[in-house]
């Protein structure tokens, strides 16, 4: 079985491009959020966030 490598996803508000591998988990999000900020999300094998960029705001 083959699992979907690439999704897009978008609502009036928010956009997301979602790059998975070969087992179907998601590893790299890039998304414009409801405030218009762009955000590069990298997720390691198990789902954990392992790089954000830009940085995550505090």
Do not use: C, N, W, Y
Request: positive net charge; aromatic residues 2%; without cysteine.
């Amino acid at each position: 079985m083959q699992s979907v490598r690439v999704a897009l996803a978008a609502t009036p508000k928010t956009a997301t491009l979602v790059l998975s591998d070969a087992q179907g988990r998601e590893r790299i999000l890039r998304r414009v959020d409801e405030h218009d900020d762009p955000a590069i999300v990298v997720l390691g094998p198990d789902g954990k966030e392992i790089a954000r960029f830009p940085q995550a705001k505090r």
